[in-house]
């Protein structure tokens, strides 16, 4: 009897772990000890920082706040990088980033037709957080970009791509090449091309696992206005894929969309429960993360509209609703847009050990020049 009972019970843990392994899916979620801040330093022409946290409300900068790579090495195309978002790779060997390739102060010497113009997005990988080798997608050489040129074409003519925005990435398992393997990497972003559409719209395109080769963009979702900065996650709550999206126009704030699969269809922005708390201020750049062993969320955004900007923390239910207790982000300098990554112990000492040498080298370095 006792030998058919614990059968019966491994039988039964092993069921729940191979559901449980099944029903995973996003991105791969490992580290319980803290919290990495991946984002855009508001100074200048920006660049990519980072800041660590035992939980996930306190951080403080890594290299004094300064970039965590060379962004001219990195962003091919404006020696810029915005709006990071960083994840794991979906086995757990290594790293993946995003970032919006983006220099706004060089739109004169660019001969942008507007300021706020971009043109591509840079797609990196890491084996340690530290060191990065990147690819940048020029979308204005339009077709050479991607590994299905043969496939049908969002525009007629890429050369007048004037937006490519905010990327993100989600791990697709479900997804299948020509070629029959299963499993890519979600990539979503605003794009707008002046010439051919009225607003940016959410678009999406498929990396594979070398994260070197990208699908032709295809439309995520029209609402008929402009959208920008999506933040996607799965909710083991409700089943269901989560979006929180910046609407332009309407009314300000953070809204919440839903979707059984990655690619939609994806319903209308709920507007009874939304980020509201900076009243007619502006916000943007969502990012989302879930607190390790809580059912709560913690939703990053920015508030644009105050001098100095406002880097806002609020919470979240396990549904990702009620918002509530909306608080300022404490002891990053000027952050901005970014994402957030859960960290092991190890990983945890070896950024801080990488900041402390890198601080002690400036130290050393700006008492050489006095003397």
Same mark, same amino acid.
């Given at each position: 009897m006792k030998r058919l009972f614990?059968?019966? #019970?491994?039988?039964?843990?092993?069921?729940?772990?191979?559901? #449980?392994?099944?029903?995973a899916r996003g991105n791969f979620q490992k580290g319980d000890y803290g919290y990495l801040y991946c984002h855009m330093n508001d100074r200048g022409r920006a660049w990519t920082?980072?800041?660590?946290?035992?939980?996930? +409300?306190?951080?403080?900068?890594?290299?004094?706040g300064d970039s965590i790579f060379s962004d001219y090495e990195v962003a091919k195309i404006e020696g810029a990088t915005r709006d990071a978002y960083l994840c794991r790779k979906h086995d757990g060997s290594g790293y993946l980033m995003v970032c919006t390739d983006m220099n706004v102060g060089?739109?004169?010497?660019? =001969?942008?037709?507007?300021?706020?113009?971009?043109?591509?997005?840079? @797609? @990196?990988?890491?084996?340690? @957080?530290?060191?990065?080798?990147?690819? #940048? +997608?020029d979308?204005?050489?339009? @077709?050479? !970009?991607?590994?299905?040129?043969?496939? /049908?074409?969002?525009?007629?003519?890429?050369?007048?791509?004037?937006?490519?925005w905010a990327p993100q990435i989600m791990w697709d398992a479900d997804y299948q090449w020509p070629d029959g393997r299963k499993g890519g990497y979600f990539i979503y972003?605003?794009?707008? !091309?002046?010439?051919?559409?009225?607003?940016?719209?959410?678009?999406?395109?498929?990396?594979?696992?070398? +994260?070197?080769q990208l699908t032709q963009p295809r439309l995520l979702f029209d609402w008929g206005y402009a959208t920008i900065d999506a933040d996607i996650n799965w909710l083991?709550?409700?089943?269901?894929?989560?979006?929180?999206?910046?609407?332009?126009?309407? =009314?300000?704030?953070?809204?919440?969309?839903?979707?059984?699969?990655? #690619?939609? /269809?994806?319903?209308? /922005?709920?507007?009874?429960?939304?980020?509201?708390?900076?009243?007619?201020?502006?916000?943007?750049?969502?990012?989302?993360?879930?607190?390790?062993?809580h059912d709560d969320w913690v939703i990053g955004y920015i508030e644009y509209s105050s001098r100095p900007r !406002?880097?806002?923390?609020?919470l979240a239910d396990k549904y990702m609703r009620n918002f509530r207790e909306p608080r300022n982000i404490e002891g990053v300098s000027r952050p901005q847009h970014g994402?957030?990554?859960?960290?092991?112990?190890?990983?945890?000492d070896r950024l801080q050990s990488w900041s402390d040498g890198y601080e002690l080298a400036t130290k050393w370095l700006r008492k050489k020049h006095e003397e």
């Open positions: 614990y059968c019966l #019970t491994l039988a039964g843990l092993m069921y729940s772990v191979v559901v #449980t392994a099944q029903s920082a980072y800041a660590l946290s035992r939980d996930g +409300f306190h951080y403080h900068d890594l290299l004094n060089r739109f004169k010497d660019l =001969k942008k037709q507007a300021e706020w113009d971009n043109y591509g997005i840079d @797609l @990196l990988v890491s084996d340690d @957080l530290i060191h990065w080798q990147s690819k #940048t +997608f979308y204005r050489k339009g @077709l050479e !970009n991607f590994c299905d040129p043969e496939s /049908p074409s969002v525009y007629k003519d890429w050369s007048t791509v004037n937006r490519v972003y605003s794009m707008w !091309n002046r010439a051919e559409e009225a607003y940016d719209r959410m678009y999406y395109s498929y990396a594979d696992e070398s +994260f070197t083991d709550s409700d089943q269901q894929w989560h979006m929180m999206i910046k609407k332009e126009g309407g =009314k300000p704030g953070l809204f919440t969309a839903t979707a059984k699969e990655l #690619t939609g /269809p994806w319903g209308e /922005p709920i507007e009874d429960d939304y980020v509201n708390f900076e009243g007619n201020k502006k916000c943007e750049g969502v990012s989302a993360f879930q607190l390790a062993g !406002n880097y806002r923390l609020c994402s957030f990554l859960r960290i092991t112990k190890e990983e945890y």
